[in-house]
């Protein structure tokens, strides 16, 4: 089992900057990955972002591409989502997503790929 808590949502206006943390707890050395979804109301969740656990290697949805950045402290095994340059449609509730099990190929912004969720931190962008 892997617990997840995200902190570090808050409103912001357009153009200011978030960072989110996600840390992670439990069986944190089976974690092949993390990755960042978000919600906004009435839309389906989408992917935001990744880091692959071992190689540190970073993956972002087109829409975020140059905004946000994804990083983690393998020690404090937490991972970090930068949020920069915001805009309203980044208005979301952002969930962190931990996967255990090993895909190959991984995509990395498949829901289906994670096994552990947190509950999800709002970051509500205004005008």
């Known amino acids: 089992q892997v617990q997840l808590v995200e902190s570090g949502g808050g409103l912001v206006q357009a153009g200011g900057s978030l960072r989110l943390s996600c840390a992670a707890s439990g069986r944190t050395f089976s974690m092949y990955a993390m990755g960042w979804f978000r919600q906004a109301p009435g839309k389906e969740r989408e992917f935001v972002a990744a880091i692959n656990w071992s190689s540190h290697n970073t993956y972002y949805a087109d829409a975020v591409k140059g905004r946000f950045t994804a990083s983690r402290d393998s020690a404090k095994s937490t991972v970090y989502l930068q949020l920069n340059s915001l805009k309203r449609e980044d208005t979301a509730v952002y969930y962190c997503?931990?996967?255990?099990?090993?895909?190959?190929?991984?995509?990395?912004?498949?829901?289906?790929?994670?096994?552990?969720w947190g509950q999800g931190t709002q970051v509500a962008v205004s005008s």
């Open positions: 997503a931990a996967s255990v099990k090993y895909y190959v190929p991984r995509t990395y912004s498949g829901g289906y790929e994670y096994d552990y």
